[in-house]
């Protein structure tokens, strides 16, 4: 599966905006999909998840309460809606598929990454 991501963009702290990831080339529904994010200088971190049938979602402690992940199998899209954004929530967000786990090990594709920047 190919994975490409879109939504980043210039918000102001308190906003919201909303990422998608649409997969192509392979059998979406039978993959658990995740979002990940790099701030500059730092490690790639896990951000949140939701399994192949979407009745499961997984999130960071620091984004729960604020993102929502979904999809749509049938448009074979992942969401990932961010309200109430912080500076901090500042990266770039990647999108990526797991035909087991969303664990960074286990990742079978990435996508190529979009840029969130959260002004104060």
């Known amino acids: 599966v190919q ?16 990422l998608s990831c649409a997969a192509s080339g392979g059998t979406f529904s ?8 790099q701030a500059p200088g730092k490690e790639r971190e896990f951000v949140s998840s939701i399994t192949w049938s979407g009745g499961t ?7 729960k309460g604020r993102f ?6 049938a448009a074979n899209t992942v969401y ?7 500076p901090e929530d500042t990266a ?14 286990l990742i079978d594709t990435w996508g190529q990454g979009t840029q969130l920047t959260v002004s104060s």
């Not at 979602?57 to 984004?63: G, M, N, W």
């Open 92 to 105: 770039v967000y990647y999108c990526a598929a797991s035909r087991i786990i969303v664990m960074e090990s």
């Open 80 to 86: 990932l809606q961010m309200n109430s954004l912080k």
């Open 57 to 63: 979602t997984y999130y960071a402690d620091s984004v």
């Open 3 to 18: 994975l490409q991501a879109s939504g980043g963009g210039l918000v102001q702290a308190g906003g919201s905006l909303r």
């Open 30 to 37: 039978s993959y658990a999909m995740g979002w990940f994010r």
């Open 68 to 73: 929502t992940i979904s999809r749509d199998n």
